[in-house]
C-alpha cells in the first residue's frame, strides 16, 4: 500500500510529465529505504533500531520490495512521494550545458533525488522510532478511549476536509497501523471470512472497526441535508433544485464522494459544516456504542454492501438493522437541524438567493466578461473555456492539478479571477481562494476537465472562441 500511495501521488501533482515524475518517485522511494536499510544495518545502535530482528507485526520494521526498512507506513510514503515530486517539478524542465544534457529532464531529477534521500533516510532513522512510540500511545488512548476515541476521529476527518488535511487522520486509520496492524482495510478483508461466520458479536471481535464508521454520514447524513435543502428553497426553484441536489446526494450515498454535496453548502455557510461534522461525529459514537463494527468508511456500493452488508448477513444482520435504524434517526436529525438553521439564519442555499436559480448562458457569461463569443469549434471544451475565462486567462495560470474532484490552480494574480458566483453557474459547487492558489470544487469529472484545460493551455486556444457550457 505505501508503494502504491507514493508511485500514485504525482499523478495529480506533476505539473507535466506525470508519468516519468511516477517513475522517479518510484525509483527514489525505493532508494530511500535501501539508504535506511544500509544505515540501519551500520549503525542500527546508535539510531536504537534493531535491524537483526525479523520484520514482523510489533518490530518496526517492514519488508518493502525485498528490503527491510523502517515501517513508515503511508506517512513516509507521502513525505518521499512529495518531496521528489516537487523536485520534478521545479528541475524537469531546467537546461543543462550540451556536454551534460545526456541528463536532462528525469535523469537530473533522478540524480538530484537520490543526493536528497541519504539525509531523508538519515532523518528518518533518528525521528521515525520516537514517531512510531507516538503512534503505539494514540493506538493505546482511542482503544482505551472506546466511543470518545471513535468520535473525536470522525469528527477530526470530517472538520479537516476543507483544507484537504482529513487524508492525515483517515489514512494512518484505514491504510496504516494506528488501529491495527496493517490497518482497517487490510485487516478486516484478511479476517472476513472468520468474522462473517462467527456468532459473536463484531465488536467483540473486532473493536477497531469503530474508527471505519464515518462512511455512514456519507449515506444517512446526505439524505438528510439534502431533503433540509429542497424543502427550505422556494416552492417554484424546488425542481431546479433537485437537479442540482439528486446526482451529489447519489455519488455521496452510493461511492462516498462528499465533497460536491458538502460543498453546497460550506462556502455558504461553515457553522453548517461544523453542525455536520459533529452530527458525523455523534452518529458513528451512537453506532459504535450499539455495536456496530466494519469497513464502512464509503458507500453502499463500494464498500458498505460488498465488505460489510452481504457477506455479514447470515449471522450479523441484527447489528444491520441497528446500523440502519440508528442511520435513519440521525437523516431526521440532520433534516431538522440543518432546516432550522437554515431558516433562522436564512441562508442563501441553493433555490433561496435573491436572484433565480437559472441556468447561466452564454449570452450572460459574455456579458459579464464584456467579451464576444465567436464560432463553435470545440463543444465539448464548453466547460473547460468557461472556466478558463473565469479564471483569468491562459496567461493567469502558473500551473493545474486536481484531486478526486478539485481543480487545484496557481495563478499570477488573483486580481483577475472572476467571482465565485461565475464558477457555480460553470457548474463548480464551491471555490477556495488562498493568496495566489485557487481550488474550484468540480466533482468526479474533474480529471476530464483538467485535461481539457490543459489541451487548451498546450495549444494556446483562445477560450473566447469556444462556447461556454452552462452547468446542467
Known amino acids: 500500500m505505501p508503494l502504491i500511495f507514493a508511485v500514485s501521488l504525482p499523478i495529480g501533482l506533476a505539473k ?44 518496526g520494521l517492514t519488508m518493502m520490495a525485498g528490503i527491510k526498512t523502517l515501517d513508515t507506513s503511508i506517512i513516509g510514503a507521502i513525505i518521499i512521494s512529495g518531496i521528489v515530486t516537487a523536485l520534478h517539478n521545479r528541475l524537469f524542465d531546467k537546461k543543462l550545458p550540451i556536454f551534460l544534457g545526456i541528463f536532462q529532464g528525469t535523469s537530473y531529477v533522478v540524480i538530484i533525488a537520490f543526493l536528497v534521500m541519504i539525509p531523508c533516510a538519515w532523518l528518518t532513522l533518528l525521528g521515525w522510532p520516537k514517531v512510531q512510540m507516538g503512534i503505539e500511545s494514540l493506538q493505546a488512548f482511542l482503544r482505551s478511549a472506546g466511543a ?3 468520535w473525536i476521529y470522525t469528527f477530526l476527518e470530517r472538520i479537516l476536509i476543507p483544507t484537504g488535511l482529513h487524508h492525515f487522520i483517515y489514512g494512518p486509520f484505514i491504510f496504516g497501523p494506528a488501529a491495527v496492524e496493517g490497518g482497517i482495510q ?21 473493536p477497531e472497526g469503530g474508527f471505519a464508521l464515518h462512511g455512514n454520514s456519507k449515506i444517512f447524513g446526505a439524505i438528510g441535508i439534502s431533503l433540509a435543502m429542497y424543502f427550505t428553497a422556494a416552492p417554484e426553484n424546488r425542481v431546479k433544485v433537485a437537479g ?35 452530527l458525523a461525529a455523534s452518529m458513528s459514537t451512537v453506532m459504535y456504542l450499539f455495536g456496530v463494527v466494519g469497513n464502512m468508511g464509503g458507500g453502499l456500493i463500494d464498500q458498505v454492501l460488498p465488505q460489510n452488508w452481504i457477506p455479514m448477513f447470515s449471522n450479523h ?12 434517526c440521525f437523516a431526521v436529525l440532520y433534516f431538522v437541524v440543518f432546516r432550522t438553521l437554515i431558516l433562522h439564519f436564512n441562508l442563501c442555499t441553493p433555490g433561496r438567493e435573491d436572484a433565480e436559480v437559472k441556468l447561466y448562458s ?14 463553435e469549434p470545440d463543444a465539448k471544451l464548453g466547460q473547460a473555456a468557461g472556466i478558463l475565462q473565469a479564471l483569468g486567462g491562459v496567461t493567469n495560470i502558473s ?13 499570477h494574480d ?24 485557487i481550488q474550484v470544487i468540480i466533482g468526479l469529472h474533474v480529471s476530464q476537465l483538467r485535461e481539457q484545460l490543459d489541451s487548451l493551455i498546450s495549444s494556446h486556444q483562445s477560450p473566447e472562441n469556444i462556447p461556454v457550457t452552462e452547468a446542467v
Open 16 to 59: 507535466q510529465a506525470q508519468g516519468r515524475a511516477c517513475l522517479a518517485v518510484l525509483v527514489s522511494f525505493l532508494t530511500w529505504n535501501y539508504f535506511i536499510n544500509a544505515m540501519g544495518m551500520t549503525w542500527g545502535n546508535y539510531f536504537g533500531v534493531d535491524f537483526t530482528q525479523d520484520a514482523v507485526a510489533g518490530s
Open 148 to 150: 470518545l476515541g471513535v
Open 186 to 206: 487490510m485487516y478486516w478483508a484478511q479476517h472476513l471470512q472468520e468474522f462473517s461466520q462467527s456468532t459473536e458479536s463484531l465488536k467483540s471481535l473486532f
Open 244 to 278: 442540482l441536489l439528486i446526482p451529489a446526494t447519489l455519488t455521496a450515498v452510493l461511492v462516498g464522494i462528499t465533497e460536491p454535496l458538502e460543498f453546497t453548502f460550506l462556502f455558504i455557510s461553515p457553522l453548517l459544516f461544523a453542525v455536520h461534522a459533529v
Open 317 to 328: 444482520a441484527d447489528m444491520m438493522l441497528t446500523q440502519i435504524a440508528v442511520g435513519l
Open 362 to 375: 452564454k449570452a450572460e457569461y459574455k456579458a459579464a466578461r464584456g467579451k464576444t463569443m465567436a464560432a
Open 399 to 411: 500551473s493545474i492539478n486536481n484531486c478526486a474532484t478539485r481543480l487545484r490552480i496557481a495563478l
Open 414 to 437: 488573483m486580481t483577475q479571477t472572476l467571482d465565485d458566483e461565475v464558477f457555480k453557474k460553470l457548474g463548480a459547487h464551491g471555490v477556495f481562494r488562498s493568496g495566489d492558489a
